[in-house]
Protein backbone atom coordinates (compact mmCIF):
# COMPACT_ATOMS: atom_id res chain seq x y z
CA UNK A 1 0.00 0.00 0.00
CA UNK A 2 2.28 2.47 0.94
CA UNK A 3 4.48 1.87 -2.33
CA UNK A 4 1.31 2.68 -4.33
CA UNK A 5 1.64 6.13 -2.38
CA UNK A 6 5.06 6.60 -3.32
CA UNK A 7 4.28 5.94 -7.10
CA UNK A 8 1.14 8.72 -7.06
CA UNK A 9 3.81 10.76 -5.39
CA UNK A 10 6.07 10.28 -8.34
CA UNK A 11 3.57 10.61 -11.10
CA UNK A 12 2.27 13.77 -9.17
CA UNK A 13 5.54 15.42 -9.18
CA UNK A 14 6.00 14.59 -12.86
CA UNK A 15 2.84 16.18 -13.82
CA UNK A 16 3.81 19.69 -11.33
CA UNK A 17 7.16 19.99 -12.67
CA UNK A 18 5.87 19.60 -16.57
CA UNK A 19 2.91 22.18 -15.37
CA UNK A 20 5.88 24.72 -14.21
CA UNK A 21 8.06 24.06 -17.49
CA UNK A 22 4.89 25.18 -19.99
CA UNK A 23 4.05 27.65 -17.18
CA UNK A 24 7.01 29.81 -16.99
CA UNK A 25 7.43 28.96 -21.45
CA UNK A 26 4.18 30.54 -21.76
CA UNK A 27 4.78 33.81 -19.39
CA UNK A 28 8.06 34.49 -21.47
CA UNK A 29 7.30 34.23 -24.95
CA UNK A 30 6.66 38.07 -25.35
CA UNK A 31 10.37 37.98 -24.28
CA UNK A 32 11.67 35.35 -26.42
CA UNK A 33 9.72 37.00 -29.59
CA UNK A 34 11.03 40.40 -28.99
CA UNK A 35 9.25 43.13 -30.19
CA UNK A 36 7.47 43.04 -33.49
CA UNK A 37 6.96 46.17 -35.92
CA UNK A 38 4.72 45.15 -39.36
CA UNK A 39 4.36 48.41 -41.71
CA UNK A 40 1.65 48.49 -43.79
CA UNK A 41 1.63 51.52 -45.31
CA UNK A 42 3.46 53.10 -47.05
CA UNK A 43 5.79 50.70 -48.85
CA UNK A 44 9.49 51.11 -49.08
CA UNK A 45 10.35 52.97 -52.58
CA UNK A 46 6.64 54.32 -52.82
CA UNK A 47 5.98 57.58 -55.15
CA UNK A 48 3.72 60.29 -53.67
CA UNK A 49 2.37 62.44 -55.67
CA UNK A 50 0.43 64.43 -52.31
CA UNK A 51 2.85 66.07 -49.41
CA UNK A 52 0.47 64.51 -46.74
CA UNK A 53 1.36 60.61 -46.48
CA UNK A 54 -0.61 58.51 -43.62
CA UNK A 55 1.86 55.84 -41.62
CA UNK A 56 -0.24 52.88 -40.93
CA UNK A 57 1.62 49.50 -39.06
CA UNK A 58 1.49 47.67 -35.98
CA UNK A 59 3.56 46.77 -33.21
CA UNK A 60 3.38 43.49 -30.58
CA UNK A 61 5.65 43.37 -27.37
CA UNK A 62 6.36 47.24 -27.37
CA UNK A 63 6.14 49.96 -24.45
CA UNK A 64 7.25 52.79 -26.70
CA UNK A 65 7.40 53.91 -30.64
CA UNK A 66 8.83 56.75 -32.22
CA UNK A 67 8.82 57.81 -35.89
CA UNK A 68 12.36 59.72 -36.88
CA UNK A 69 12.91 59.97 -33.29
CA UNK A 70 9.18 61.62 -32.08
CA UNK A 71 7.05 59.54 -30.34
CA UNK A 72 3.84 58.00 -31.56
CA UNK A 73 0.91 57.03 -29.82
CA UNK A 74 -0.54 53.34 -30.18
CA UNK A 75 -4.17 52.00 -29.79
CA UNK A 76 -4.79 49.62 -27.01
CA UNK A 77 -4.61 46.77 -29.95
CA UNK A 78 -1.15 47.78 -30.71
CA UNK A 79 -1.88 49.52 -34.04
CA UNK A 80 -1.06 53.21 -35.04
CA UNK A 81 -1.97 55.90 -37.75
CA UNK A 82 0.48 58.54 -38.61
CA UNK A 83 -0.13 61.66 -41.12
CA UNK A 84 3.13 62.43 -41.99
CA UNK A 85 4.34 65.21 -44.52
CA UNK A 86 7.18 64.64 -47.35
CA UNK A 87 9.52 66.70 -48.66
CA UNK A 88 10.10 67.04 -51.96
CA UNK A 89 12.51 64.29 -52.98
CA UNK A 90 13.89 61.42 -51.49
CA UNK A 91 12.17 61.17 -47.54
CA UNK A 92 14.13 58.71 -45.08
CA UNK A 93 11.85 57.95 -42.75
CA UNK A 94 12.44 55.80 -39.36
CA UNK A 95 10.02 53.69 -37.22
CA UNK A 96 11.70 52.11 -33.60
CA UNK A 97 10.16 50.35 -31.20
CA UNK A 98 11.63 49.17 -27.93
CA UNK A 99 10.16 46.53 -25.46
CA UNK A 100 10.36 46.48 -21.84
CA UNK A 101 13.72 44.98 -22.04
CA UNK A 102 14.88 47.84 -23.93
CA UNK A 103 15.25 45.72 -27.18
CA UNK A 104 14.70 47.58 -30.18
CA UNK A 105 14.11 47.41 -33.78
CA UNK A 106 14.36 49.86 -36.85
CA UNK A 107 13.00 50.06 -40.10
CA UNK A 108 13.91 52.85 -42.29
CA UNK A 109 12.50 52.89 -45.70
CA UNK A 110 12.23 55.35 -48.70
CA UNK A 111 9.78 57.29 -49.86
CA UNK A 112 9.81 59.91 -53.27
CA UNK A 113 7.72 62.98 -53.56
CA UNK A 114 7.32 64.02 -56.91
Known amino acids: MQNKWKHAGIIFGIFLA ?3 VIFIFYRSIDFIRGPMLELNEP ?7 SPVI ?15 GRQILINKNGFFNE ?5 E ?6 I ?3 DRFDR ?5 FDI ?3
Open 18 to 20: IFI
Open 43 to 49: KNGSVYN
Open 54 to 68: DIRGAVKNVTDVSLN
Open 83 to 87: KYILS
Open 89 to 94: GLNKIS
Open 96 to 98: TIN
Open 104 to 108: GVEKV
Open 112 to 114: ILK
